[in-house]
């Protein structure tokens, strides 16, 4: 079975600054995808970013960015140039890749705090 | 991205009672339906999985007779939470997956539950 940790309940950043939020997960598969959503106080998931286990180029996403390291089952989130807006819970999941649909395997999430 | 339709976004039942929760992909054949689970301040757990015309997979500790699912065309899933109890009450979350979505899920907004 495939676990997914993130190690950091709570966050907070200064507007404008830059935060990493962690991920680390196990899993003896090796094809799979990796997530970052995030959950405002709407509670709708909205995808952040998203990488294929596959590609060795992390991924990017305008001010969104991951560092994947695939051989420490890392897989950080770092957000730039922080805005009020990105208040909001984030969850790190994992999606093996299969011929059929599988579910995502969520962390307990990190929440993060934007200050003005 | 895919839009899914989650209805209600909240409702208020009384005890003993039941109460069906509607999930619809509205652009998109969802072969595959997720409904998740998740208590105020945690993660998201899921609950079980439906495949459009199949009996529901659920997962263990999530009682198959409190937590009917139906998955009876390629657009709908429906989640009837029978004889609702307090400790039922909680945000309820569908993600659905179809060909367009193999390699992503996309999530309904959530209906909030409370069980009085």
Not at chain 1, 55 to 81: G, M
Not at chain 1, 101 to 112: A, E, Q, S
């Amino acid at each position: 079975a495939q676990t997914v940790t993130q190690s950091q309940p709570e966050m907070s950043v200064q507007e404008a600054e830059t935060v990493t939020l962690s991920c680390t997960y196990d899993t003896s598969e090796s094809n799979y995808y990796l997530f970052w959503y995030k959950q405002p106080p709407s509670r709708q998931m909205i995808l952040v970013i998203r990488q294929e286990a596959y590609k060795q180029q992390n991924a990017t996403e305008n001010r969104f960015s991951v560092n994947f390291q695939k051989a420490a089952k890392s897989f950080s989130l770092k957000i730039s140039d922080s805005q009020l807006g990105d208040t909001a819970m984030y969850f790190c999941a994992f999606m093996k890749q299969n011929s059929g649909n599988t579910p995502l395997v969520f962390g307990k999430g990190t929440r993060l705090s934007v200050i003005a | 991205g895919a839009v899914v339709s989650q209805h209600p976004s909240r409702v208020i039942c009384k005890s003993g009672t039941s109460v069906k929760i509607e999930c619809r992909s509205l652009d998109f054949q969802a072969t595959t339906m997720f409904w998740y689970r998740q208590f105020p301040k945690q993660s998201l757990m899921l609950m079980a999985t439906s495949n459009e015309g199949s009996k529901a997979t659920y997962e263990q500790g999530v009682e198959k007779d409190k937590f009917l699912i139906n998955h009876a065309s390629l657009t709908l899933s429906t989640l009837t939470v029978t004889s609702a109890h307090p400790e039922d009450s909680s945000f309820y979350i569908c993600s659905a997956a179809g060909a367009r979505a193999v390699t992503e899920a996309f999530f309904g907004q959530g209906t909030r539950l409370t069980v009085v």
